[in-house]
């Protein structure tokens, strides 16, 4: 038997929102965030009792911060900075700012596989359904997202999630 949608929201939201955060930065995540458990709401009563709630409910936010991104590009900015702080409620890293900077600057899919992997925990065959490759695409993805990592931020500690 499933559990209520409610509880699935308090399990896994602040994770979904972390990944969004990685995905696409704080101005836009808490959107996708929100659109992510509107849709998960939705098709949660069709879900398989046996699936994986987890990884299905990053796939959905890996699908809205694609959505997110398309409609910046379409989308002109008005200002260049807001002059709101956002909160720092799930902020990956917060203590250390630099390296969230250089995660931002990899390329999207090393992005990606770096969030799903290390900051949701998924696991390779995971990533690589969300992502449409294959299992050794999303791991060299990975790899090669921290290998640049180490290039650019030398403090990175990529033995397992960056911290």
Request: charged share 25%; aromatic share 6%; net charge positive.
């Amino acid at each position: 038997m499933k559990q209520p949608f409610e509880k699935v929201v308090a399990q896994h939201g602040a994770t979904v929102l972390r990944v969004c955060r990685v995905v696409l930065g704080s101005r836009d995540a808490d959107d996708a965030w929100s659109e992510t458990f509107l849709s998960a709401m939705r098709a949660y009563p069709d879900l398989p009792d046996t699936a994986n709630v987890e990884a299905w409910l990053v796939t959905i936010a890996h699908r809205k911060a694609i959505d997110v991104l398309r409609a910046a590009k379409r989308t002109p900015l008005p200002v260049e900075e807001m002059p709101e702080t956002p909160t720092g409620l799930g902020v990956p890293g917060s203590g250390d700012p630099d390296l969230w900077v250089a995660v931002r600057e990899l390329p999207s899919k090393q992005r990606q596989a770096i969030a799903y992997h290390y900051v949701a925990g998924l696991a390779y065959a995971e990533i690589a359904q969300i992502l449409g490759g294959t299992v050794d695409a999303a791991r060299r993805a990975a790899a090669d997202g921290i290998k640049n990592l180490r290039k650019k931020y030398p403090g990175a500690n990529t033995k397992g999630a960056p911290s």
